[in-house]
């Protein structure tokens, strides 16, 4: 379930509250925001549609917090909620429902998140250095590479200075360098897996209840929401987030077997996850105009 799905629920879970003790619905905002809690054991996801909404309702926050929470509860794909602070309410989904957004992917393809996002966007024609010194893309291209510059311009927006130096090196603090090895390491992933027997065919996507396998199939589910911001930059600083999960996920769970051990049910959805995984950046890789190299 993505968070755009996750939000269109809790909408219509709202209406029915309202409409079924006679209160106006018209006191929905037309668009509902689900987001992250800081605190990550607080749930997967937060909304201050109560917040928002109850005083227009006529109705006291917390208990128009209360009845929200009650309905979601009983919805597919939910496996608890609370009530929380003032009227926020907190969601934690269901491990198939999670797992849904792995299908959704690789059903989807090289189309997953686009929506009307044009093919590719349009870097600034020029940077400006710490120094202060103007550099045309040009030039920029012939310092650190063509990757490197449209993906620099696009992260950091017209008028931004670039230090060029950090752009340069292979390592894990250049950005786009973090991204494209996160692509890499995830093709390599699947390729292996395939030279070991490992199918993803059917996969049992229900086995992905790891927290560091939830971590990154959230981060996944939340790429549409971003691309639709038509922000490049929030298209950039969010690969950067998927390949920190990718990269957290593949330290905690072992992905494929080891030595004799015969490929299990496991493996194969691990492998699948990493395929969607890389399936997602590679397009916000496209977007920016970035290849997504299978090797490194």
């Known amino acids: 379930?993505?968070?755009?799905?996750?939000?269109?629920?809790?909408?219509?879970?709202?209406?029915?509250?309202?409409?079924?003790?006679?209160?106006d619905t018209a006191a929905l905002p037309s668009t509902v925001t689900v987001e992250r809690p800081r605190d990550a054991t607080q749930g997967h996801y937060a909304t201050n549609l109560a917040l928002q909404s109850a005083k227009q309702?006529?109705?006291?926050?917390?208990?128009?917090?209360?009845?929200?929470?009650e309905a979601l509860r009983s919805a597919d794909g939910v496996a608890s909620v609370?009530?929380?602070?003032p009227g926020f309410v907190n969601l934690r989904l269901a491990a198939g429902a999670q797992a849904g957004v792995v299908g959704e992917v690789l059903a989807a393809g090289s189309r997953y998140g686009i929506g009307?996002?044009?093919?590719?966007?349009?870097?600034?024609?020029?940077?400006?250095?710490?120094?202060?010194?103007?550099?045309?893309?040009?030039q920029l291209v012939e310092e650190i590479g063509a990757d490197a510059a449209h993906y620099a311009l696009l992260r950091s927006g017209r008028g931004t200075a670039i230090d060029?130096?950090?752009?340069?090196?292979?390592?894990?603090?250049?950005?786009?360098?973090?991204?494209?090895y996160a692509h890499s390491r995830l093709a390599s992933l699947v390729r292996n897996g395939a030279d070991l027997g490992v199918t993803t065919a059917g996969a049992d996507l229900g086995l992905l209840i790891d927290d560091g396998e939830d971590e990154l199939i959230r981060t996944m589910g939340e790429f549409g929401s971003v691309?639709?911001?038509?922000?490049?930059?929030?298209?950039?600083?969010?690969?950067?987030?998927?390949?920190?999960?990718?990269?957290?996920?593949?330290?905690?769970c072992?992905?494929?077997?080891?030595?004799?051990?015969?490929?299990?049910?496991?493996?194969?959805?691990?492998?699948?996850?990493c395929d969607a995984a890389r399936q997602v950046l590679a397009n916000g890789l496209r977007l920016l105009g970035v290849t997504a190299p299978e090797r490194m």
């Open 1 to 23: 379930m993505t968070p755009a799905v996750l939000a269109d629920l809790v909408r219509a879970a709202a209406h029915d509250v309202l409409d079924g003790r006679g209160l």
């Open 57 to 69: 309702a006529g109705v006291a926050l917390r208990e128009f917090a209360g009845w929200l929470a």
């Open 82 to 85: 609370q009530v929380a602070g």
């Open 116 to 138: 009307d996002a044009p093919d590719r966007f349009v870097a600034p024609g020029w940077a400006r250095t710490p120094a202060g010194t103007v550099m045309t893309a040009e």
């Open 164 to 180: 060029v130096e950090p752009w340069s090196r292979h390592t894990d603090d250049n950005p786009v360098f973090f991204v494209q």
């Open 227 to 252: 691309v639709a911001m038509r922000e490049p930059h929030r298209v950039a600083r969010y690969l950067e987030r998927l390949a920190g999960a990718f990269h957290r996920f593949h330290g905690s």
């Open 254 to 273: 072992r992905i494929l077997p080891m030595g004799d051990e015969e490929a299990g049910a496991l493996h194969s959805a691990r492998v699948a996850l």
